[in-house]
Protein backbone atom coordinates (compact mmCIF):
# COMPACT_ATOMS: atom_id res chain seq x y z
CA UNK A 1 0.00 0.00 0.00
CA UNK A 2 1.17 3.31 -0.56
CA UNK A 3 2.15 6.15 1.32
CA UNK A 4 1.05 9.54 0.72
CA UNK A 5 3.79 12.05 1.48
CA UNK A 6 3.96 15.84 1.10
CA UNK A 7 7.45 17.44 0.44
CA UNK A 8 8.07 19.95 2.34
CA UNK A 9 11.62 22.79 2.87
CA UNK A 10 13.01 23.38 6.37
CA UNK A 11 16.00 25.11 7.35
CA UNK A 12 18.36 23.46 9.51
CA UNK A 13 21.71 24.73 11.34
CA UNK A 14 24.68 22.83 10.00
CA UNK A 15 25.11 20.77 13.21
CA UNK A 16 21.43 19.33 12.65
CA UNK A 17 22.03 18.65 9.44
CA UNK A 18 25.40 16.57 10.29
CA UNK A 19 23.11 14.72 13.03
CA UNK A 20 20.52 14.08 10.87
CA UNK A 21 23.27 12.38 8.54
CA UNK A 22 25.00 10.33 10.80
CA UNK A 23 21.93 9.36 12.28
CA UNK A 24 20.34 8.06 8.54
CA UNK A 25 23.84 6.48 7.99
CA UNK A 26 23.97 4.21 11.30
CA UNK A 27 20.10 3.63 10.77
CA UNK A 28 20.42 2.65 7.33
CA UNK A 29 17.33 5.37 6.75
CA UNK A 30 16.95 8.08 4.48
CA UNK A 31 16.68 11.45 6.40
CA UNK A 32 13.40 11.61 5.89
CA UNK A 33 12.72 8.42 7.97
CA UNK A 34 14.61 9.71 10.42
CA UNK A 35 12.84 12.78 10.92
CA UNK A 36 9.72 10.95 10.76
CA UNK A 37 10.76 8.64 13.77
CA UNK A 38 12.28 11.88 15.48
CA UNK A 39 8.58 13.47 15.01
CA UNK A 40 6.76 10.46 16.21
CA UNK A 41 8.81 9.39 19.39
CA UNK A 42 8.70 13.28 20.52
CA UNK A 43 5.21 13.41 19.94
CA UNK A 44 4.48 10.18 21.89
CA UNK A 45 7.40 11.14 24.94
CA UNK A 46 5.11 14.77 24.86
CA UNK A 47 1.23 12.54 24.81
CA UNK A 48 3.00 10.61 28.06
CA UNK A 49 4.18 13.93 29.72
CA UNK A 50 1.37 16.49 28.52
CA UNK A 51 -1.72 15.60 29.99
CA UNK A 52 -5.48 17.05 29.43
CA UNK A 53 -7.14 20.05 29.78
CA UNK A 54 -8.30 18.86 33.63
CA UNK A 55 -4.42 17.88 34.41
CA UNK A 56 -3.61 21.91 32.96
CA UNK A 57 -5.96 22.94 35.46
CA UNK A 58 -4.65 20.85 38.32
CA UNK A 59 -1.38 21.72 37.85
CA UNK A 60 -2.53 25.79 37.54
CA UNK A 61 -4.10 25.60 40.50
CA UNK A 62 -1.18 23.49 42.94
CA UNK A 63 1.14 26.17 41.43
CA UNK A 64 -0.93 28.87 42.66
CA UNK A 65 -1.55 27.47 45.99
CA UNK A 66 2.13 27.20 46.10
CA UNK A 67 2.98 30.09 45.83
CA UNK A 68 0.28 31.23 48.86
CA UNK A 69 -2.26 32.99 46.49
CA UNK A 70 -5.67 33.28 48.78
CA UNK A 71 -7.68 31.65 45.89
CA UNK A 72 -10.88 32.76 47.88
CA UNK A 73 -9.94 36.30 48.44
CA UNK A 74 -8.92 36.15 44.55
CA UNK A 75 -12.26 34.68 43.33
CA UNK A 76 -14.15 37.38 46.14
CA UNK A 77 -12.02 40.14 43.82
CA UNK A 78 -13.29 39.21 40.89
CA UNK A 79 -17.08 39.26 41.59
CA UNK A 80 -16.28 42.60 43.15
CA UNK A 81 -14.75 44.22 40.08
CA UNK A 82 -17.83 41.39 37.79
CA UNK A 83 -20.35 43.77 40.11
CA UNK A 84 -19.20 46.75 39.55
CA UNK A 85 -18.83 46.81 35.68
CA UNK A 86 -22.17 45.98 35.38
CA UNK A 87 -23.17 48.65 38.02
CA UNK A 88 -21.14 50.90 35.45
CA UNK A 89 -18.98 52.14 38.14
CA UNK A 90 -16.43 54.24 36.67
CA UNK A 91 -13.48 52.88 38.51
CA UNK A 92 -13.81 49.91 36.73
Known sequence: MATTT???TYSL???SVRTLEALASRWRVSKSEVLRRAIRAVAAEEADTVGGPLDALQRLQASVRDEGVDLDRWAEDVRSERRATR???PRA
Open 6 to 8: IKS
Open 13 to 15: DVE
Open 87 to 89: AGD
